[in-house]
């Protein structure tokens, strides 16, 4: 089996510079770079930057996945969300983190090696909204529409409708026949018949 890597980065309390944008291209000549984040694969390689110098830096949100049953999500919020005694009972020593700079908390949690591998049952992250609907459940069509709802919000926040428009009717057109799927879009106020 080969080797898959999911790196996802998201800028969302500002977009990224130009500036900012070339420093990142510099480590990646095959990454999606736009203001709102970076996005890339690797399959024989890795990402050649530290994930943590970038949220501190850069970016608001990380999600990283491999198929060897490692994950990792990174959060980075303004102090005042949070209380340092508040957040004092949450650290382990192996999966959560928690550190603080000048203006920001970064909440760091990690799941390497684990048993429970239907949680990465797929390649890679990029179609977890499609392999939700796929599963044909009343359950799965409610995770695939909360998750293309905050898709969409993003989208509202650091790009434009007309893109998440345009990625969602590539999303319908494989499920076009899942009349439950399009009746919650309509629903939840995504589609239109």
Same mark, same amino acid.
């Given at each position: 089996?080969?080797?898959?890597?999911?790196?996802?980065?998201?800028?969302?309390?500002?977009?990224?510079?130009?500036?900012?944008?070339?420093?990142?291209?510099?480590?990646?000549?095959?990454?999606?770079?736009?203001?709102?984040? +970076?996005?890339?694969?690797?399959?024989?390689?890795?990402?050649?930057?530290?994930?943590?110098?970038?949220? &501190?830096?850069?970016?608001?949100?990380?999600?990283?996945?491999?198929?060897?049953?490692?994950?990792? #999500?990174?959060?980075?919020?303004?102090?005042?969300?949070?209380?340092?005694?508040?957040?004092?009972? +949450?650290?382990?020593?192996?999966?959560?983190?928690?550190?603080?700079?000048?203006?920001?908390?970064?909440?760091?949690?990690?799941?390497?090696?684990?048993?429970?591998?239907?949680?990465?049952?797929?390649?890679?992250?990029?179609?977890?909204?499609?392999?939700?609907?796929?599963?044909?459940?009343?359950?799965?069509?409610?995770?695939?529409?909360?998750?293309?709802?905050? @898709?969409?919000?993003?989208?509202?926040?650091?790009?434009?409708?007309?893109? +998440?428009?345009?990625?969602?009717?590539?999303?319908?057109?494989?499920?076009?026949?899942?009349?439950? @799927?399009?009746? &919650? #879009?309509?629903?939840?106020? @995504?589609?239109?018949?």
């Amino acid at each position: 089996m080969s080797e898959y890597q999911y790196y996802e980065f998201a800028a969302i309390d500002r977009p990224l510079t130009r500036a900012e944008m070339t420093q990142l291209r510099a480590v990646s000549t095959r990454a999606e770079i736009t203001p709102a984040g +970076f996005v890339n694969h690797y399959e024989w390689g890795d990402l050649k930057a530290n994930p943590a110098d970038w949220m &501190r830096r850069y970016f608001d949100a990380f999600v990283y996945t491999a198929n060897w049953c490692s994950c990792r #999500l990174a959060l980075r919020m303004p102090l005042k969300t949070f209380k340092k005694s508040e957040l004092k009972p +949450f650290p382990t020593q192996h999966t959560l983190s928690i550190e603080a700079s000048d203006e920001h908390w970064i909440i760091d949690w990690s799941l390497d090696e684990s048993e429970d591998h239907d949680r990465f049952g797929m390649e890679d992250g990029s179609g977890a909204i499609d392999a939700q609907a796929q599963r044909g459940s009343a359950s799965g069509y409610q995770q695939a529409v909360r998750a293309l709802a905050e @898709l969409a919000e993003g989208y509202a926040l650091t790009s434009s409708r007309k893109e +998440f428009d345009h990625g969602l009717r590539r999303l319908l057109v494989r499920h076009a026949k899942r009349g439950a @799927l399009i009746r &919650r #879009l309509i629903d939840a106020g @995504l589609w239109s018949e």
